[in-house]
Structures are given as structure tokens and as C-alpha cells.
């Protein structure tokens, strides 16, 4: 248990479909990103939210549209996606105060986009 | 441009050896470099992290040098058990900011 709670585990959704990522920190951390996993490649940092505010977008194409209602909570909107958006989609949070670079994960979001 | 990389996809030990996993940075202005761990099923897990102004850092059964001159970092890992079984990754902090940059992994295997 790592305090970060990530739903679904798992989804399979088509091209057309709209779904929606969430996670959960329990840490009272202030700090949250969205990381993507594919196979054979690096971890690829996409939003990260500091006090609710976005502090980061890594180029990530409009069809992910990240929302941090509070500092607890962080969700990714999925829209007309294609299937290389399969991945595993991995939530993290962190405390704004330490600069070491050590981050909180959830265990994914596994998605397949048939 | 900045990278992080992996000598080896793939390292398998004998239960009880020592674990050497090695990892190339190319940035020179990150300020931690960090080690994670990722079981099957799971997100990485913070191991241990040494500040670039430090050449060494031991753990409960970890060690992390840093040698700048080479631009290396390397994770060893003392009489390695079957829950160490896991991939491995190198990351650095160079954003000031959280910006963690993840390489790509090294797997561990290690045989009963």
C-alpha cells in the first residue's frame, strides 16, 4: 500500500469511447503527475499538478486532458484515442517540499484502445 | 538531447550474490539521482536517491555511488533474495521541481 489509489486497474475502451482515469493520494502530498508506460520504453512524465495548478505539460496530445479538482485527488479525461495510447498509465504524487526527486505511485492504470 | 540510459535489459544472479546494476546519465546538472524498483503488477518504488554532490550512499542492503567524472551511477544490491526479483530503474532530478527523468530499466532475475 502505497497511498496512492489508482481506478480502473484496467480498461478497455475503442477509439470512440470517452473514459475517464482516477487517483487518490493519501499523503497530504501537494504535488501529483501523470506518468505513461509503455512496453520496452522509459517512463514518460505527461502532466504534473503542484497545488492544483498545472505546472507541466510534456507536450501530451489534446485527446488527454488531465483535471486536478484538489490537492488530493488527479484524473486523466481519455477521448478518441488511438490504440499506441495503450500503456499503463501510472499516478504519483510528492511532497513539494523535498527536491530529491522521490515519488509516490499508485500500481496503474492498465489501458487498452481497441 | 538529456538522457538517462541502461547498460543491460537483463541481469539474472544466484540467490545470496551480490547485484551490481549500472545506469549512464548524460545531465549534468541533475541534483538527485534516484533508484526505482518495479515488481510485476506494481508502480515503481522510491529505493534510494544520492545527491550529486555526493559520491556514495548506503541503504539497508543498498548502495548507490555516483562517480561524475563518467557520468555513472550504479545500484548494489548485497546477497540479493528472490523479492529482489524486479526491474530496475535509474531516474535523475533535474527540474528543480519534481521533473524526474526515468531510463529504461533493467531487469533482475534471480535464480534459486
Known amino acids: 500500500e502505497t497511498g496512492v489509489t489508482q481506478t480502473p486497474r484496467h480498461l478497455v475502451m475503442g477509439m470512440t469511447n470517452k473514459k475517464s482515469l482516477k487517483c487518490e493520494q493519501h499523503?497530504?502530498?501537494?504535488?501529483m503527475y501523470w506518468y505513461k508506460q509503455s512496453a520496452k520504453k522509459p517512463l514518460e512524465l505527461m502532466f504534473v499538478?503542484?497545488?492544483?495548478?498545472?505546472?507541466e505539460n510534456n507536450s501530451v496530445p489534446s485527446r488527454f486532458s488531465p483535471e486536478c479538482p484538489n490537492s488530493s485527488h488527479l484524473f486523466l479525461h481519455l477521448h478518441t484515442l488511438q490504440p499506441e495510447d495503450s500503456a499503463l498509465y501510472l499516478c504519483a504524487s510528492s511532497d513539494h517540499r523535498a527536491n530529491t526527486g522521490e515519488l509516490f505511485f499508485g500500481e496503474g492504470s492498465r489501458l487498452t484502445v481497441l | 538531447g538529456e538522457s538517462v540510459g541502461l547498460h543491460l535489459p537483463t541481469l539474472s544472479v544466484q540467490e545470496g550474490d551480490n547485484s551490481i546494476i549500472n545506469c549512464a546519465y548524460s545531465?549534468?546538472?541533475?541534483?538527485?539521482f534516484i533508484w526505482y524498483k518495479q515488481e510485476s503488477g506494481k508502480g515503481p518504488q522510491f529505493i534510494i536517491d544520492i545527491r550529486s554532490n555526493m559520491d556514495k550512499r548506503q541503504g539497508q542492503r543498498v548502495t548507490v555511488l555516483l562517480n561524475k567524472t563518467v557520468k555513472h551511477l550504479s545500484l548494489q544490491i548485497a546477497a540479493t533474495q528472490p523479492g529482489d526479483s524486479a526491474v530496475y530503474f535509474c531516474a535523475e532530478n533535474s527540474g528543480g521541481y519534481q521533473k524526474v527523468t526515468f531510463g529504461t530499466g533493467t531487469k533482475l532475475q534471480v535464480i534459486p
Open positions: 499538478y503542484n497545488f492544483k495548478e498545472q505546472t
Open positions: 499523503l497530504g502530498h501537494n504535488a
Open positions: 545531465n549534468s546538472a541533475s541534483d538527485y
